[in-house]
């Protein structure tokens, strides 16, 4: 997510201050280099050692320290970092960042720096419902300061509600949104993700192995990129992305009823639902009971979401429509009948009998067939990756 970047921490004197640790080991873990800045609180509640043994290099501290200051270290610091990351902001960091005070290390890096800033407040709810926050978080948001809702929940003074600093994934995704060009600012898209349950009865259902890492990971990479995502999803162990409105649903028809609710105004569908294509005729309303050896169950087709929308495509406005074809014979055919039968821009062919690639697994290779019939052969990538060469052929279609 980071390579190459350099990350400037800086952490303020909140209870939430022992999460920089994790916070900076996550961001090296994503190939960051990271420059911690602590302020006079923070080091109350978190030795600067220990931030310094985890992002190897010095934390700055002290605004007078005169071997860092040498070389006017602040100014330099300000200038290297490609993102400032305040985590967790304190009350008392926000008012000063808002009133452009610059009295101790950190706020007069803020004050220096030319690169973009995210603030992640963490504190009690009052004290972030507070008029005089709020105002600090808007005045800030009007400079052009990106700032990360807090989460809500039980908090360490035993107060339930907003105030806790969400954690490292979370900060991790809005920090690389803020890093990556916005190339897809001002579209919309609408991502399926995942697998359907067909039901049987109460407690048992019709499915199949998607974990819905693909569609989420196309969610997530088109949000990075500045687009508007609807990620309708079937059930999946994953947490919603944030900032992607995430619409959860179990059946096809479900499926159906969403993806074709959301669908009319997208610039760009993609349809990684791993959708049932059939389900049982009856679902019975009672726990089916053990009664004969066998067992013969009536399927009923599904509707195909994807072929009514290459059905009905919206007339002249560009929507991009893209499929997958998971299969575990002839890949190309098949892969190519889908494409045309469904009306398709270009159609992603997952080979299900290769290991490292399709249900569940973090990576995939795949070949992305056109219309003309052209084939792009993939090497085995992250399923971050292959989203990224996804959206750069939506976004060459688009413009
Ligand atoms: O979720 P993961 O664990 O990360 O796994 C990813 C994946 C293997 C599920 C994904 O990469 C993939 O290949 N998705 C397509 C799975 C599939 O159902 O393919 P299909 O060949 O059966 O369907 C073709 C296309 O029609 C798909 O875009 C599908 O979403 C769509 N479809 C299928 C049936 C149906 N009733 N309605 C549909 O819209």
Not at 150 to 161: I, V
Not at 170 to 187: D, H, K, M, W
Not at 238 to 260: F, H, K, Y
């Amino acid at each position: 997510m980071f390579n190459g970047k350099s990350i400037l921490l800086g952490v303020s004197g909140g209870i939430a201050a022992y999460k920089a640790a994790e916070l900076a080991r996550s961001f090296i873990r994503e190939g960051a280099g990271v420059q911690v800045v602590m302020t006079a609180g923070a080091q109350r509640f978190i030795t600067p050692l220990t931030l310094q043994v985890l992002s190897e290099q010095p934390v700055a501290t002290d605004l007078f320290d005169p071997g860092l200051e040498s070389q006017i270290g602040h100014i330099q610091m300000a200038r290297a970092a490609h993102l400032v990351v305040v985590a967790p902001a304190t009350a008392n960091v926000l008012a000063k960042a808002a009133a452009g005070l610059a009295d101790d290390y950190l706020t007069t890096v803020l004050l220096a720096t030319t690169a973009p800033v995210l603030f992640c407040p963490a504190m009690n709810t009052r004290m972030l419902e507070h008029p005089a926050t709020r105002r600090s978080l808007e005045t800030l948001r009007q400079l052009g300061y990106s700032v990360l809702e807090p989460d809500a929940g039980q908090l360490a003074c035993g107060e339930e509600g907003a105030g806790r600093l969400p954690d490292p994934p979370v900060i991790l995704e809005a920090a690389c949104r803020l890093l990556t060009p916005p190339s897809l600012q001002g579209r919309r898209f609408l991502v399926s993700a995942g697998p359907t349950w067909e039901p049987l009865d109460p407690v048992r259902f019709i499915t199949n192995p998607s974990s819905g890492k693909m569609g989420f990971a196309l969610a997530r990479m088109a949000a990075r990129r500045g687009a508007e995502v609807t990620l309708v999803s079937g059930p999946s162990s994953l947490a919603s992305p944030t900032g992607i409105s995430t619409v959860r649903v179990r059946t096809a028809l479900d499926m159906e009823q969403a993806v074709l609710e959301h669908a009319r105004n997208m610039d760009a569908i993609i349809m990684t639902a791993a959708v049932g294509d059939y389900r049982p005729a009856h679902a019975a309303s009672q726990k089916i009971k053990k009664s004969s050896d066998t067992m013969t169950i009536p399927l009923i087709r599904n509707p195909d979401i994807l072929a009514s929308l290459g059905k009905s495509r919206p007339h002249g406005v560009r929507q991009v429509l893209v499929g997958f074809a998971a299969e575990t014979e002839h890949l190309i055919e098949n892969a190519r009948e889908k494409l045309i039968q469904k009306n398709l821009d270009f159609i992603v062919a997952n080979n299900l009998g290769e290991s490292g690639s399709g249900f569940g697994v973090d990576t995939n290779r795949v070949k992305i067939i056109d219309p003309t019939g052209a084939i792009e052969e993939l090497p085995m990538l992250t399923k971050d990756e292959v989203a990224a060469r996804i959206l750069d052929r939506v976004e060459s279609i688009l413009s």
